[in-house]
């Protein structure tokens, strides 16, 4: 089945611990993106990657980082959590053409205390 | 800089009748359009998008969308709705000539199919 998964799903965190929300896509895309989700906010991008080794700043990147080493997976880091990037996180990715539509994974919802 | 606007934050429609869903867009270029739905605890699905041609789209689950470009607008219809359509709407575009762009999303509307 044409999917992607994130993990953890939830996850409840103090301020400044380090954490990694894990992103994989099994349909073979060179666009991957991460996104948060914020109430009357829609979404917001966070980073981008084009392809393996290829990311760039989406309009949030501020308090995160990202690595693109292999196709499928598109980690994001959270070097030093703050209580501001609480929220609801989506991965998604797409192929190369401007006109295919994201595919979005299930969410991680991320509570900093 | 693109933007997508969706002036409603709620809609209210009763089961049965039709349903209007508002979206226009601003884009340096040519637009490519897209309407996603968001269930209660689930991820983004995609329902269709406006590519080129016919100005009305049809998509998944009965929904469609009609391209105006004079007036920016990319508007989601159905012309009977069901309770089960109550979820979170959200439009997004993206500009048709420039890859490297992001897709923008509006902030989404919340319809609400009352039986």
């Known amino acids: 089945e044409a999917q992607v998964t994130q993990n953890p799903r939830y996850l409840i965190t103090v301020t400044g611990k380090k954490l990694t929300v894990t992103c994989s896509q099994n349909m073979n895309h060179e666009y991957m993106s991460w996104y948060r989700q914020d109430p009357g906010l829609g979404l917001r991008q966070i980073y981008y990657s084009m392809n393996v080794e290829v990311t760039d700043k989406g309009d949030v990147p501020e308090g995160y980082k990202v690595s693109r080493k292999e196709k499928r997976n598109f980690p994001l880091i959270l070097e030093s959590p703050s209580p501001n990037q609480t929220s609801l996180y989506f991965c998604?990715?797409?192929?190369?053409?401007?006109?295919?539509?994201?595919?979005f994974g299930p969410g991680t919802r991320l509570t900093v205390l | 800089a693109q933007s997508v606007a969706q002036p409603e934050d709620q809609v209210n429609v009763a089961e049965g009748n039709p349903l209007t869903v508002k979206c226009t867009y601003s884009v340096s270029g040519n637009p490519y359009l897209f309407w996603y739905v968001q269930y209660p605890n689930r991820g983004l699905q995609f329902l269709l998008k406006?590519?080129?041609?016919?100005?009305l789209v049809k998509g998944s689950y009965g929904f469609e969308a009609e391209f105006n470009k004079s007036q920016t607008s990319f508007h989601l219809k159905k012309p009977s709705a069901l309770v089960s359509d109550s979820a979170l709407y959200f439009c997004?575009?993206?500009?048709?000539?420039?890859?490297?762009?992001?897709?923008?999303f509006g902030p989404g509307t919340r319809l609400s199919v009352l039986p």
């Open positions: 406006y590519i080129t041609g016919d100005n």
């Open positions: 998604a990715s797409s192929s190369t053409r401007s006109y295919n539509e994201q595919f």
């Open positions: 997004a575009v993206r500009d048709a000539y420039n890859y490297g762009q992001n897709f923008v």
